[in-house]
């Protein structure tokens, strides 16, 4: 792919133009896509630009859930799911620590509660929509659980995840689906694609109007492309950008798995507009392959399924520090633990360990296992015929990797600690009960699970004793980002926001570009994607009513 | 103190001014004092502008020890502080994830070893101008040791610390003795101090160079200044403004012992004239006495003596988790733990428990010490004659404070977990040795242990069984900030730069409205102050060397 330099963030003022459309939108993954297609529909003419030289973004290597609270489906099959109830229950994860159950907006900012009121109210209209129009049809995945399924503020646990109706059972390939399926419906109604175009800056009016945007393409050098109503930002967010992950995430997290073209271009190109900036603290997280990360694998894929019964994580001292089979995005935290007396964070690389039986019987290729069938790139497997050399392997593993994860060191007497907490965690298997950790006492950690071995299932579906015998298997892991949740403020109709907090004419932004209200919440599966179509379907309807200049 | 409102941050074009200066400062703590009297030892016609209705900021709350690398006293002593070391020390804890040993810049980027390299460059020279010219006499602390003194990189565990001369015996006062005494030296030499002045957005002229700033007036309406040479921002932090605490901060902290006009201006007037910013995660920290913080008690100070030697600090359920007596930024780590099975920040509040022996041998009034003795306001403690009268104190207490705290409740078992707590920690106590938290094993813990009881020191001087019967006081502490490390990007020479990596002309930054190069790290008492001189004084030289406009 050939890569377009960065150029200045800064607007130009500038009424001449190469070419004009109603309405511009940046970026090939989901938000971009449904910006475009809902513009389109309204009668404007429509451009879709993306960086890369296809589209897809994130999206495309996402499973594509989406979660879409009170859903037709739902309310098909007579599941009650009223908007104060879901509203509450956002509140309670993204803010916990401000969570009021009794104020009227929960603990929530003003802003934070009207755009998840804009999520509950819209994610259905735009979902429906997308539907009716062959863009994206869905089947409802009724049985598959909220993140947090057991709070009490969760009054519909079950039911608002949707994902594309073509997508195969396991659903691991709902983002191709949807990006093929929304790509044709922009070619059959009439969205110009154009890819190897990378917005640098915008263009304003006199009147400090955003009329357009300043590209640089692969193929022809710069253009200037004017929007008559509006620019919709639908690109990523910064996890590919090592200055802003540095100096503005919460935890020092290595990488991750959104596109690699999730540079923080908008961060940089709103914030020259004048854009009050929002969560710029917390992404969205999931433990990643190390090895993958750190070599900039563009196929990386977060570890949602933890797969494998006979399978621990555990420390560079052998012991397990926390639940392998938590949702993914809590299960991240736990590589950021800080010692505050060796000032150091100890679990910054822990270390999958499995046997033979996990090896044969929950390998797979999809949603980011690091156990993988024979063919799949393997070359974060370390392996051993005893839990000494596997220790070995490991070992010289962290001493390749020193000086990106902090010198952390093997301990000298890793084997043997490793011995005695399989023997401990055996104890629990064999119970069903893991009294360390309660690893397997969630709805969402059955649901990640992955393919397990039948017989015997025993109490707990999660657990099995490792063998006492070779050979032994182990992965790198580190916690890192699906994307982040910062940019820029935007209202829920998509507009951009100034320190003023006044909206910024004609600019929009959706999905992992701008600001997302979810604060330091996970609230489902698809609780990325649901959100984005609602607000994607906002923005174009005010982007619609825009006058044209 | 009349409030005057914040008003646009936006920077306006003017060439018409109601008076004029070769520098304005900003700000009247030490940053601002500083630069303002190394401009004006340049022979510079300078005015120093303060918000509040006096000078002093955060720094005359605080003790005002200042880190000097390789300062002159250490040299008179003997002791070697070379270049390399410090500056490895300085990375090794700043960015302990990508700590390099063998990379030329120990892991740090351009710009973070760049800041270092100046601190220690500079501190000493600045230092022994501000004392030469009578604004900061200082006496030598070559016992105090830096708060990583017992890791291998810290080649230089003792000496760098320095207080101003007329401190008391218990240099808490450090910080009103030199807002005092630079202060008089900014009156004897011809600075002109304005308080009641707030800067509100910069002037800038036709090329885009700040020439000026605009500025609302408790007693005179607004009035627009001009500087022929310089602006140098010397302002605070972000400490009390929710929305930025909130989306940059990477722990949800409810406050902090900042100046309470820490509303981080320069954040915004800074990102308004185009700069990059830096280090907006990690402030900071230190514990804090939950109820100054909500109730925003403009007098509080931070916990940075956790005194008492039977005290202890539990959570909600009755149980230690951390020791009580960590260096205080590493200490309010501990209230941040995230529970990923219940979604909630289990010790987002600790108490503190003690009995009427620390209450007699380590009451203070420095320090922010929550054993406070009579006389001091108290409204902070809780008392019980026995643990179960204890208990419903503090019950009650997390019941009034309960939407601000996510809904944290003390458990039912409370006073019997606490009274089981109370047996494990007086064996630890008898013995000298904390098996669970490694209490007292650091230098750090020593230095801030407070006044304790000489009868019997015990092995272990910070910990003494505590009493099996009442009085018992208790007090809910919370992390806080000392203030925010994070805003605009300046260079070693305190000139902001914009997003491209340029210099914004005529703008200059120091103190915590800039981004600090420190990262996460706090590498010792007077790590804020004593690098803010050396940054004041590169600033100011390089400002004196601006054509005047």
Known sequence: MP???????????????????????????????????????????????????????????????????????????????????????????????????????????????????AIYDNASPATELLSEKGALEYRHCEAVPDYWAEIPEDKCPTGRV????????????????????????????????????????????????????????????????????????GSGGFTHDTDLRRNFLAQPVLGGCAAVTNEGDFVRIGAAAGAELRNMNYPWMCPIVLEKALNGDPGLIGTFSPSGDSMIYVDRTGRRVTNEKLAYNESAQAFFKWDPTKAEYPNLVLIAVWDQRSQEHSAGDEYGRFIVPPGCDDAHVIKGETLEALAEGIRARFAKYATAIGNLKVAEDFAATLKATIERFNTFAKAGRDEDFQRGERQVELLFNGPACADPAGP?????PISNSGPYYAALLTGGNLDTKGGPMANPDGRILDRAGNVIPGLYGVGNCVASASARAYWAGGATLGPYLALAYCAANAANREPAN
Chains 1, 2 share one sequence.
């Open 460 to 464: 707990n579906p999660t657990m099995y």
């Open 3 to 117: 890569t377009i330099a960065r150029g200045s963030p800064e607007p130009v003022n500038s009424d001449r133009f190469d070419a004009e459309y109603d309405v511009i939108t940046v970026g090939g993954g989901a938000a971009g896509l449904a910006s475009a297609l809902f513009s389109r529909w309204h009668g404007n003419s429509v451009v879709l630009l993306e960086k890369a030289d296809e589209l897809g973004g994130t999206t495309k290597k996402a499973a594509f859930w989406y979660w879409v609270p009170n859903n037709k489906a739902m309310q098909a099959a007579g599941m009650e799911d009223r908007k104060e109830d879901c509203i509450r229950y956002m509140a309670r994860l993204s803010r916990p620590e401000s969570y009021a159950p009794d104020d009227a907006r929960f603990g929530l900012s003003d802003w934070e509660y009207a755009v998840c009121e």
């Open 162 to 233: 949707l994902v594309p109706k073509g997508a195969r059972d396991t659903m691991s390939d709902g983002g191709a689906v949807a990006v093929r399926t929304m790509s044709e419906a922009c070619a059959r109604d009439g969205v110009e694609i154009r890819t190897g175009h990378r917005v640098q800056r915008l263009v304003r009016n006199d009147q400090g109007r955003v009329t357009g945007v300043e590209v640089d393409t692969a193929a022809n050098g710069p253009l200037r492309l004017k929007a008559r109503k509006a620019v919709i930002f």
